[in-house]
């Protein structure tokens, strides 16, 4: 059965680019297998073309800010239209990285000591004071974040108190708020879940390896940066560990469809929870892709991706199942 399929990319967010590329990327792949599909840019001219396309199917492809945050989601589900990704609520949860560390804790899943911090409240009570109280409380160096967003844009790591005033003001002009957290020293490891059938399960662990050690931005998406291991070179046990986490993130949050749980993995072998993706990038060097090439292929992923949406025409109204986060991790 072939589809008609609206992809929605770009918008007026920080990762508009990358959007654009995971748009075109997947339009070219699932063209290939017959599918009718348009790109579009997400702006007043949405409802004239849903209305024109009449898709079957909408592809949402915002990285960051309303592609993320539920609101594209919200929108789609009063028009009616099957869409790829998870449910507004769960996409609440899953942006919000505060919002998801303090979930997903709360089931035995190790994350990172942290704070979040409003640009609101800098202003009201002052920066000096929350600096003094960040250096009494953390012990450098410490990651500095917008709390929420992706591709790594406004994510440093500060080892003084000067390097923290600056990391501070990056991550501001990315948000509203801003999260200090713990550095967990060890290996960076994506998991992405593939959801599509009544159970969701982890496509082989990808390790990055930046080779200046910074996995940021320009690392993520221009080739020759960073080095990438698939399956990631982890001990058997190490393996099971970071999928068995990767999944529970997935269900704790009530994702549906697709994830990406990005982890450190210590030098113990315990694996950390650093962010859950609600709408992975899809470009050459993006991490879902490699992993589901490795797993089968990454056309085939696509196809049931796009058949088990248009299957979940009443998915928005799901509610994360108390039930799949019995028996926590110890």
Known sequence: MTLRILIVAGGLTHERDVSLRSGRRVATLLRREGHAVKVCDLNAQLFTTLSEFDPDLVWPLIHGS????????????????????????????????????????????????????SQSLFRQVGAEGIIRAIDDSFRFPVMVKPADGGSALGISL??????????????FSYGDAVMVEDFVEGREVAVSVLDVTDTARALPPVEIVADDGRYDYDARYNPGRSRFFVPARLSDDEADSVKDVAVRVHEALGMRHLSRIDLIVDHEGAPWFID???????????????????????TQILNQLAYTAVDDTDGAEEETDPAAL???QE
């Open 158 to 171: 500060a080892t003084s108190e000067d390097q923290l005033r600056a990391a501070l003001v990056d991550a």
């Open 326 to 328: 019995e028996n926590p």
């Open 66 to 117: 309303v592609g993320e945050d539920g609101s594209l989601q919200d929108l789609l589900y009063l028009l009616g239209y099957p869409y790829v990704g998870s449910t507004p609520d769960a996409c609440v949860l899953a942006s919000s990285k505060p919002s998801a560390k303090a979930l997903v804790s709360q089931y035995g899943v190790l994350t990172p000591a942290s704070v979040s911090l």
């Open 276 to 298: 859950a993706n609600v709408v992975p990038g899809m470009t050459d060097t993006s991490l879902f892709p490699q992993a589901a090439q490795a797993d089968s292929s990454f």
